[in-house]
Nanobody, 121 residues
Framework: QVQLAESGGGLVQAGGSLRLSCAASGSIFSINAMGWYRQAPGKQRELVATITRGGNTNYADSVKGRFTISRDNAKNTVYLQMNSLKPEDTAVYYC???????????????WGQGTLVTVSS
């Protein structure tokens, strides 16, 4: 089994910063990509940012220039540095990882439990 542990959410005023962390653990052979998604009540989950093992990144247009995704492959951990936060960034942020398990070389895709980010105006 592979599990994700998220942390770093909280309440912040507009213009402030937060850093989210997500650590993967368990029977991991290789993680191909990790990413962050967010979902507000009544809204569909949307992509925020992704990063591959090789370091290629992809960002939603709404966060480009403000958010930075990074990864520590040795620790199987992904980070999301969020600067210049806006009220519209308020959502539950979910970490995602996909790769190959060391148990029978099976593909896996897992989600974290979510961490709430609230940005006040």
């Amino acid at each position: 089994q592979v599990q994700l542990a998220e942390s770093g959410g909280g309440l912040v005023q507009a213009g402030g910063s937060l850093r989210l962390s997500c650590a993967a653990s368990g029977s991991i052979f290789s993680i191909n990509a990790m990413g962050w998604y967010r979902q507000a009540p009544g809204k569909q989950r949307e992509l925020v940012a992704t990063i591959t093992r090789g370091g290629n990144t992809n960002y939603a247009d709404s966060v480009k220039g403000r958010f930075t995704i990074s990864r520590d492959n040795a620790k199987n951990t992904v980070y999301l540095q969020m600067n210049s936060l806006k009220p519209e960034d308020t959502a539950v942020y979910y970490c995602n990882a996909e790769g190959m398990s060391s148990d029978f070389a099976r593909y896996f895709e897992v989600w974290g439990q979510g961490t709430l980010v609230t940005v006040s105006s």
